[in-house]
């Protein structure tokens, strides 16, 4: 199966745009709008991605002590393409997991 597609056909595309869910799969038809996904993988990506960046602000000002500026030009950066690409991964996650659990309710 390839990552951000169909989860029944793995061809069509999963996403329209940044973090918009198509309404069908382009390939096989396949409903996938009405699914919601919650705020699940809003929040464990966010938990996951300020843990990290927290961790290795401190390490790293504990081993440098660079100034302020470069934590903020390191820092986010790394926050907002780490929490943008954690929330396309767990849609999709939780999508093709729902397909898995419940495709009788994907018709």
């Not at 996938?32 to 809003?42: F, S, V």
């Not at 002590?65 to 780490?82: S, V």
């Amino acid at each position: 199966m390839r990552l951000l597609r169909c989860p029944r056909c793995g061809e069509g595309k999963l996403y329209r745009g940044l973090l918009t869910i198509v309404d069908q799969c382009s390939a096989c038809g396949l409903a996938l709008k009405q699914h919601e996904q919650g705020d699940g993988p809003a929040f464990f990506g966010i938990l996951l991605i300020g843990a990290l960046a927290g961790i290795f602000a401190a390490i790293f000002e504990m081993k440098f002590a660079p100034p302020y500026w470069l934590h903020a030009a390191i820092w986010i950066p790394f926050i907002l393409i780490g929490s943008i690409a954690s929330l396309r991964l767990g849609k999709a996650a939780l999508i093709a997991a729902q397909y898995r659990l419940r495709g009788e309710d994907f018709k």
